[in-house]
């Protein structure tokens, strides 16, 4: 059988990363507790069958024994903003505006539905329950988005200054495969430990992360290490060149602070593994690393990194992951740490194993044994692999 490890022309084809998913295994709604989600989690592949669904199942609680005092768990701790607004035309009809990330001086990039009817210099009403009704008005077209640039009132020129207005207006952005439902508790589309305002969707490998559960890796030795990215308009932007070697990705706003490049040397210097939770913590590891000779360093600002088959990581040496949509750049990035055709295999026996999909989906365990040797960090094999 051939080996993962050999590059495949498929891997740089688009329609190569199609599954069939039966809609049932989509979840609509998380479960209790958090840590209570099923988990598949990768055995390392045998030499002879590098492509075997080779995995155990565990529940995410199962973590505590999965990591190792000593290991690093990079976290993303961005918040999403209650982003999704309801506003009307003076003529009446209904208008959805998705804020996404601000352009200055008030103005913000927004998804508009629908688009095409909204006019330049147009004044909208946001509207809610037992709120005034807020003048927006559209400024411009974005010609890399389609979106519309929309001028909120003075002052509104972060997501900071803006949360206390969508605290009143909005409401929270939920994936459109997730149905609505009253009641929802919004506290669920966030991670425990989300703290800075900005994301339009959530890094929802995290969402699987409880109280108990982070006290319980603390108290195992395990450290926590936090980046921010704010997830943003590549989350709704879906891929269409069947090229990939043509892909590009939206730019994500992405913060490395000083405290996360520290305790990245001092994991990697105590023979510790750094262990991102979600991809937007690869993107930002690998990113910034990327941007510079494949060092960590202190970096605020853009990255726009392409991750696919071939990717040689710097920084991550293990994945925690939810189940991701087929054609998805996210799906790219976990088949560059394992393969492709072992991950689709593996997709195909969460399948048959109703495993739940997206993000209040089942989740996926990727340790660094099961990691592709050319894909690792130096391309070394951990100890003990």
């Known amino acids: 059988m051939p080996s993962t490890d050999v590059p495949d022309p498929a891997d740089g084809l688009l329609s190569s990363y199609a599954f069939a998913l039966p809609e049932a295994l989509i979840a609509q709604r998380p479960v209790e507790p958090r840590h209570a989600a099923r988990l598949l989690a990768l055995e390392a592949a045998a ?26 768990l990079v976290v993303n701790d961005t918040r999403v903003l209650r982003a999704r607004l309801a506003a009307r035309r003076a003529s009446g009809g209904a208008v959805e505006l998705l804020l996404v990330e601000p352009r200055g001086e008030g103005l913000w990039l927004c998804l508009a539905r629908p688009a095409k009817r909204l006019r330049l210099g147009e004044v909208l009403e946001v509207v809610a329950e037992r709120e005034p009704p807020l003048p927006v008005r559209i400024e411009a077209i974005d010609p890399e988005s389609g979106g519309r640039l929309v001028r909120f009132p003075p002052g509104c020129a972060d997501a900071a200054a803006i949360e206390p207005l969508l605290e009143r207006y909005g409401s929270m952005p939920l994936p459109p495969y997730i149905e609505p439902e009253a009641g929802r508790d919004d506290s669920r589309y966030q991670t425990r430990y989300a703290a800075r305002p900005g994301a339009v969707a959530a890094p929802t490998a995290g969402l699987h992360l409880s109280d108990a559960l982070l006290e319980a890796l603390r108290a195992r030795g395990v450290q926590r290490a936090t980046v921010t990215l704010h997830v943003g308009l590549g989350t709704f932007r879906p891929l269409e ?4 070697s043509r ?5 994500e706003w992405v913060e490395v602070g000083p405290e996360l490049v520290e305790a990245v040397a001092a994991c990697q210097a105590r023979g510790g593994r750094v262990i991102a939770v979600g ?10 690393a ?10 605020t600002g853009p990255v726009n990194l392409v991750i696919q088959p071939g990717f040689r990581f710097a920084v991550v040496e293990g994945l925690l992951t939810n189940f991701h949509l087929p054609r998805s750049s996210l799906l790219l990035l976990v088949s560059a740490l394992v393969g492709r055709r072992r991950l689709l295999n593996l997709y195909a026996e969460a399948i048959r194993r109703n495993y739940r999909f997206f993000s209040f989906g089942d989740a996926m365990w990727i340790p660094p044994e099961a990691v592709l040797e050319r894909a690792r960090p130096g391309g070394m094999a951990p100890p003990g692999a």
């Open 241 to 244: 060149s069947e090229d990939l």
């Open 247 to 251: 892909l590009t990705l939206h730019g």
């Open 47 to 72: 030499a002879v069958d590098a492509e075997a669904a080779a995995a155990r199942h565990l529940t995410v609680w199962d973590l505590v024994e999965q990591l190792e005092p000593g290991d690093l």
């Open 290 to 299: 990327t941007l510079n000779g494949g060092q960590l360093v202190p970096h």
């Open 279 to 288: 991809t937007t913590c690869v993107r930002s590891l690998e990113g910034v």
